[in-house]
């Protein structure tokens, strides 16, 4: 998700916009445990018919369950596909076994012109491990983040130059210097960590 609030020195107002980033990796994992009236081996092969790139069904035959590893915006499709399908075989199910850390990022874009400055402040939100875009003045990036302890890596590949990547590290609050990821010359580029 991304947040942008705009400000301009000369005139002091705010704009809100809410964006959505599509994660392209999944984020949380569903147990569903079944009666043994069922081999669970089929209701797994059953449910591997919905299954998209990225997403697991793991058997659990201690329990006789599945763990369910799909993408997010998914969790409410196999839920429905379970309780239509396999509802006498159906024991229980706990959502979000697991939910992976979040990166929180404010992205600061300067813009001069002339004797105005313009300020541009948007806040980057994604799960740790899933990939998302940053444009740096029509310089696009794929960006995955990671944590580690109170240490946040970010690695930038560039989509024009798929062989160009920049790994940095970030501390909670301070602004890193991005700018020289852009070719523009009066656009100035800054990102921070944040809670």
């Not at 705009?6 to 002091?12: A, D, E, L, P, R």
Request: glycine share 4%; aromatic share 10%; proline share 1%.
């Amino acid at each position: 998700m991304i947040r942008t609030y705009k400000k301009k020195k000369t005139h002091k107002f705010f704009v809100l916009l809410v964006l959505f980033i599509l994660e392209l990796s999944s984020a949380s994992a569903t147990e569903y445990c079944f009666n043994r009236s069922r081999p669970i081996h089929t209701i797994r092969m059953d449910l591997m018919k919905y299954v998209i790139d990225g997403e697991k069904i793991k058997i659990d035959s201690h329990k006789n369950c599945l763990n369910l590893e799909v993408k997010s915006y998914r969790q409410e499709l196999f839920r429905k596909l379970v309780n239509k399908y396999f509802p006498k075989q159906l024991e229980k199910s706990s959502l979000s076994l697991y939910t992976q850390d979040m990166c929180k990022f404010r992205l600061k874009e300067v813009t001069k012109l002339k004797d105005k400055v313009n300020e541009q402040i948007s806040d980057i939100i994604s799960s740790e491990g899933n990939r998302f875009e940053i444009d740096f003045g029509g310089e696009h990036y794929y960006a995955t983040c990671s944590k580690k302890g109170s240490v946040y890596l970010l690695d930038l590949r560039s989509k024009s130059n798929k062989d160009q990547l920049t790994s940095l590290t970030f501390n909670l609050g301070k602004w890193v210097d991005l700018t020289s990821l852009t070719k523009l010359e009066n656009k100035e580029y800054s990102l921070m960590v944040i809670e």
